[in-house]
């Protein structure tokens, strides 16, 4: 060691005693002198008693610069007189006990651990070591090992290891040196290395002498041990070891001894550590088997049960439920196949695909069970562990950030030829359009596109089945026909008791095309394979008999106040119960209508079913609902009734009561178990089990021809009781986390509650949490993650209503047949002046048609001038509902097609503005046939936008088609939009493109003249952030990942050169900020957002645009107006249809913003989209980046 050299600190008198005996002792050790040891004694002995009396003498010995420790570190190294050793280790011991974080650091960087290791070997040579030496070495060692990172290596090549153990073991019952030892080896043991050397030198067996039975004698050297050996039980060897032994059912002996005696819970520290020790060793498999045959599942329950009560006792609560739950023996799920129900026969399968994977593999792969030793350790689930949703974020994101500047600048790749391109010419009528047949005069004559024809009506009405007899009409034939509202009125339905409407006709004749819709002028055919379709007439469907399910469940509603009746029985006269008439507050939904296009909708498992709430409409609560705020212990209470299926196996009744592996699947009638449904468009539930009496695991089906994506769900429920709590488990959801466990509820749908004139979906539920199960899959089914277990979604409902039908989903349904008569009514109900055009994009796998809207102002006149500003209007580009299960994107986009339709002046001064395509819906199969990811490929159609096959991915080949016919005609979008839903996220947001803030959060050394890039890719969403009060601008992100480079939005960025192209993601949740904090989210404010999103572009015009405002036209001197207006007012009430609220206030000011950079990337598996380079010339004046 370096003999240091004594300094005196400025500040510190030169008279100081220490400073002064410093001194002394440093000239000592320079002249060799310690051979006089009385000397050295003295020095040594006069500074131990000025530090143990005065406080300024320790702060004397360890002021920066005065090199004192230096000193006596290297008295220590030098000293062979046993006193001034003792001396020198009292001093260091006395200078590390106070404050000693800061101090201990700096004895460590002055080399202490090391000079105290040479003196404990150079001790342990003596014969006996002397007691008191090995003591104070120890206890300085058990101070300073936490904080050299080092410290377990440099003892085990010192030897120090040896000299520790072999003390301890000749010193078990010595309680003097017992602790210190104990200290220093749990310090050892935290280097795993160290830990398995230990393990072979008999330290774990060594550690059961030290702890046993419940005792007040020693408790502190009992934690101790207890600590040393958890950690070398992390060693997988030494937990072999200890399963070997049977010390497993030692420690839950021990355990169990402590619980019993430590009623006043004074040693809780020491029962953790019996629980840590626990948690060690079930990591192995053998762990766990010796865990489940020495009956610790039922011992850890029984304690726990009787800890819950004590809320200081939640850590041991919690311990115990982490080790039940791995121990819990791994099942595979209650399915013949964890594959899809439903398969669908590809055009052809790419031998290297997900499909061909799929089924190329052995059968029953996916049922096996992983007997690894590698059990993923649960994390430590405590009631507190789902506040902060931070703590969710992969601590390795930032490794999927492209750090490729060749990939991240925007590039022209080579599209298909210009040739084969000019296929899509018929989808942009309006740029070749001379208007000459159009009557510019008439407003109605306005509309580019003439409403269809309606569809045939139904022959009779849709009537409500009795469950026991057939229903009588209301009136006799041939009788006057009741008028609407009167007693007899076919549209006053009998008690409404139907679980579903049955669309009884013969399979084939479902999957035949209605009468489509035919608007003026004609729309474009739909595209098939990449080549144009010669122009058929399609033949509409004879009428179909539209007849009663006998299947249907009895909903009988008992008479009394509020229109409530009964079966008709006896004499009794039979009551008419009517259904509210909703027309004027949804002027979008016509049930008559909706059944029409029902027909046309092709599922794969042939639907004969309409779900009662797609049928009837949804009507938006007046207030939104508040998240709901979690129980302290939900979670905890859940899984420990879980573990009771083990522990109590007889009070199972494990009955299956659905199940679509099984189409005979008998329908349990007996008044005590509840039927269940799912086979209608959109349904998701493949099988119920009744575990309990109200208690009942549901499974969701896999989406086609995949063996995964469990997330969505759609049912329904009937045969419940009034009053009684009833317990859903949804027990094969696949994410690590959801919002369920941050306020999110299900939401239902209550016949009842709608035939009251309460037609409406409602959030619902309580006792929610989300959590880890016990049932896995193979590590081939889960795509080569090993152990990949599933989550249990569990919530609790109380139904209010006798003999209701009841439907339960995971966000708003929107089906595809509700967006066809949505289109439809938007084509009836479009403003003046409103050009519409729907076109068929292109058949989808499933045979069903893609929709391509094309909205934008009627020209003022057909004069060439006002033809030409038609047609040189900048093209926004919106597409939605890629991914089937987030619904929510389609009610964002009935609020942008309701206002682009709408007769507001904002709305028709965007339209005069813009010329919008529009695709509300890119994955129509998906949606239809209750998918939560993918299409009938088997695939992430947003995963598929680099290199989209027409045979696989029609909607995605077709959708990227246009945009690279728009591209190379010079007409690439302004803005590309895609909407989507997040699942663990909150608010509304954007992601979008950009070099600069992808190179800034990575470790791209670029000069600063290749990041130049023009800011107006955040101006959208600034402005969004200023109009809307669901969206949050610090959720938003513009950073480029490898895993979405085939995404929408990198794809049509970086191929397209479309500087905003963003994916608009919304929340499935609600609001932690705004107007809306603290409040879920309905579909009310989603229509809201997608109005929104219409003022900012409106405003964007404005930005990016201001001198095409000028001009002479009387539509544009109007809209020149309505922009003034929205500068120069405070508030502007923006209205639109009945059914969305847009804007309560005015637009502020876009102020020039710094830009965040701590806006994180989303790793789930939700889809994004790219963006453009295009000039904001008020923004490129002032870049912060430049």
């Not at 990591?283 to 766990?288: C, E």
């Not at 510019?440 to 306005?446: I, P, Q, R």
Request: aromatic content about 6%.
């Amino acid at each position: 060691m370096n003999k240091p050299k004594m300094a005196l600190e400025k500040g510190v008198p030169s008279s100081s005693r220490v400073l002064m005996l410093l001194g002394q002792l440093e000239r000592i050790n320079g002249e060799a002198m310690l051979s006089d040891s009385e000397v050295s004694r003295q020095i040594t002995s006069k500074i131990l008693h000025l530090i143990q009396t005065q406080e300024k003498t320790r702060k004397e010995l360890t002021t920066k610069g005065s090199g004192g420790m230096e000193v006596i570190l290297a008295t220590l190294e030098n000293a062979r007189d046993l006193q001034t050793i003792l001396n020198i280790l009292g001093i260091l011991n006395e200078l590390l006990s106070v404050a000693g974080g800061r101090r201990i650091s700096v004895c460590v960087s002055k080399g202490g651990t090391a000079v105290l290791l040479q003196l404990l070997i150079s001790s342990s040579k003596e014969t006996p070591p002397n007691e008191e030496l090995m003591l104070h070495v120890h206890s300085l060692l058990a101070k300073i090992g936490p904080k050299d990172r080092k410290f377990g290596v440099k003892a085990r090549l010192t030897g120090g290891l040896n000299v520790t153990v072999n003390l301890l073991k000749q010193n078990v019952h010595n309680n003097k040196l017992l602790l210190p030892c104990l200290q220093v080896l749990r310090v050892y043991s935290a280097n795993s290395v160290n830990a398995v050397s230990l393990g072979k030198n008999g330290v774990v067996e060594l550690m059961f002498k030290v702890i046993g039975p419940y005792s007040k004698k020693n408790t502190s050297a009992m934690k101790v041990a207890l600590d040393t050996l958890g950690a070398l039980l992390k060693s997988k060897m030494n937990a072999r070891r200890a399963v070997e032994r049977a010390q497993v059912a030692a420690l839950l002996s021990i355990y169990q001894d402590w619980h019993r005696n430590d009623t006043r819970h004074r040693h809780t520290l020491i029962r953790k550590s019996i629980l840590g020790c626990l948690k060690n060793v079930t990591n192995s498999r053998l762990g766990r088997k010796a865990f489940i045959e020495a009956d610790g599942m039922r011992i850890l329950y029984n304690t726990s049960t009787e800890c819950l009560p004590v809320r200081t006792l939640d850590s041991l609560v919690s311990t115990s439920s982490l080790i039940m739950r791995k121990c819990f023996p791994k099942n595979r799920l209650p399915l013949p196949t964890i594959k899809s129900v439903y398969l669908h026969a590809l055009p052809h399968m790419p031998a290297g695909g997900p499909v061909a994977q799929l089924y190329n593999q052995p059968p029953g792969v996916d049922d096996v069970v992983d007997e690894s030793d590698d059990n993923e350790d649960l994390e430590l689930e405590t009631e507190n562990d789902t506040e902060n949703e931070e703590d969710e974020k992969d601590k390795d994101e930032n490794d999927d950030f492209e750090t490729d500047l060749a990939k991240l600048r925007p590039r022209q790749v080579q599209a298909r030829p210009f040739d084969e391109l000019r296929v899509y010419e018929r989808f942009f009528l309006e740029l070749s359009e001379d208007f000459q047949g159009f009557d510019l005069t008439n407003s109605k004559a306005g509309v580019g596109v003439t409403p269809a024809p309606p569809l045939p009506k139904p022959p009779k009405p849709i009537l409500v089945p009795s469950g026991q007899a057939p229903p009588k009409p209301p009136h006799q034939e041939g009788g006057p026909k009741p008028q609407r509202g009167e007693k007899g009125d076919p549209r006053q339905l009998e008690a409404l008791e139907l679980e579903g409407i049955s669309l009884k006709c013969a399979p084939e004749k479902l999957l035949l095309q209605g009468e489509s819709l035919r608007p003026v002028p004609p729309p474009a055919q739909p595209l098939q394979g990449g080549t144009a379709t010669t122009p058929q007439g399609l033949e509409p469907l004879e009428p179909l008999e539209l007849e009663l399910s006998s299947s249907l469940s009895r909903l009988g509603l008992e008479g009394g106040g509020g229109g409530g009746v009964g079966v008709e029985d006896g004499g009794a006269e039979q009551g008419v119960l009517e259904v509210p008439d909703t027309a004027a507050l949804l002027p979008l939904h016509d049930p008559e209508l909706y059944i029409q296009v029902a027909k046309s909708t092709r599922s794969v498992p042939s639907y004969t079913e309409v779900a009662y709430p797609d049928y009837c409409g949804h009507l938006a609560p007046g207030t939104p609902e508040p998240i709901l705020e979690r129980v302290y212990g939900v979670q905890r209470t859940k899984i420990f009734q879980d573990i009771e299926r083990l522990i109590h196996p007889g009070d199972i009744l494990d009955k299956v009561v659905y199940d679509l592996d099984l189409p005979s699947c008998p329908v349990i009638d007996d008044g005590e178990t509840l039927k269940f449904n799912s086979q209608f468009e959109s349904g998701n539930l493949r099988k119920a089990l009744q575990v309990r009496k109200y208690e009942y695991d549901l499974i969701l089906n896999s989406d086609i021809n995949s063996n995964h994506y469990h997330q969505w769900f759609y049912f329904e429920v009937s045969s419940m009781r009034v009053g009684t709590p009833y317990r859903f488990n949804i027990i094969n959801c696949e994410k690590a986390n959801s919002q369920f466990n941050y306020g999110m509820q299900v939401l239902m749908y209550s016949v009842q509650e709608a035939i009251s004139g309460r037609p409406q979906w409602g959030r619902t539920g309580q006792d929610i949490c989300y959590y880890k199960n016990h049932f896995s899959r193979s590590s081939i089914a889960a795509g080569g993650q090993k152990g990949k277990s599933y989550y249990t979604m569990t919530f609790t409902v109380t139904f209010e209503h006798k003999d209701d039908v009841c439907y339960f989903a995971y966000h708003y349904p929107y089906t595809f047949s509700t967006l066809k008569m949505h289109l439809q009514k938007l084509q009836e109900k479009c403003g003046d002046g409103v050009y519409l055009r729907e076109d068929v994009l292109c058949d989808t796998l499933g045979g069903n048609p893609c929709p391509l809207l094309t909205i934008t102002a009627m020209p003022d006149s057909t004069n060439p001038t006002h033809i030409n500003q038609l047609r040189s209007r900048p093209v926004v580009f919106l597409t939605g509902r890629v991914h089937p299960g987030e619904t929510n994107a389609s009610w964002v986009m009935k609020g942008t097609l309701e206002f682009l339709t709408g007769s507001s002046p904002l709305a028709h001064s965007l339209r005069a503005c813009f010329l919008f395509k529009v695709i509300p819906m890119l994955n129509p199969d998906g949606v239809i046939n209750g998918n939560h990811r993918c299409s009938l490929s088997g695939e992430d159609l947003n995963r598929q936008w680099q290199h989209p096959i027409p045979d696989l991915h029609p909607t995605i080949y077709h959708t990227k088609g246009l945009l690279q016919y728009l591209n190379a005609i010079q007409r690439a979008p302004l803005v590309f939009c895609d909407y989507h839903g997040h699942s663990r996220k909150k608010n509304v947001f954007m992601y979008g493109c950009s070099v600069k803030e992808t190179v800034w959060q990575t470790n791209i050394n670029a000069p600063s003249c290749e990041l130049h890039e023009d800011l107006g890719y955040r101006t959208l969403p600034k402005l969004l952030s200023q109009l809307a009060p669901a969206f949050s601008m610090s959720s938003c992100s513009f950073v480029v990942e490898r895993s979405k480079e085939a995404t929408a939005r990198v794809v049509v960025w970086r191929e397209l050169g479309v500087q905003r192209s963003y994916t608009m993601e919304s929340t499935l949740c609600g609001c932690d900020q705004g107007k809306y904090k603290g409040l879920q989210i309905g579909t009310r404010e989603l229509e809201e957002m997608g109005a929104q999103l219409c003022v900012a572009l409106l405003r964007l015009h404005r930005l990016t645009s201001p001198l095409e405002l000028h001009t002479h036209s009387h539509t544009h001197t109007q809209m020149l107006e309505v922009e003034n207006e929205l500068i120069e007012t405070q508030r502007c009430s923006v209205t639109t249809s009945p059914t969305t609220y847009v804007l309560a206030e005015d637009e502020p000011a876009l102020e020039e913003e710094e830009v965040d950079y701590s806006a994180e990337s989303d790793t789930d598996h939700d889809p994004q989209d790219p963006a453009e380079p295009l000039s904001d010339s008020e923004l490129n004046d002032k870049d912060p980046l430049s």
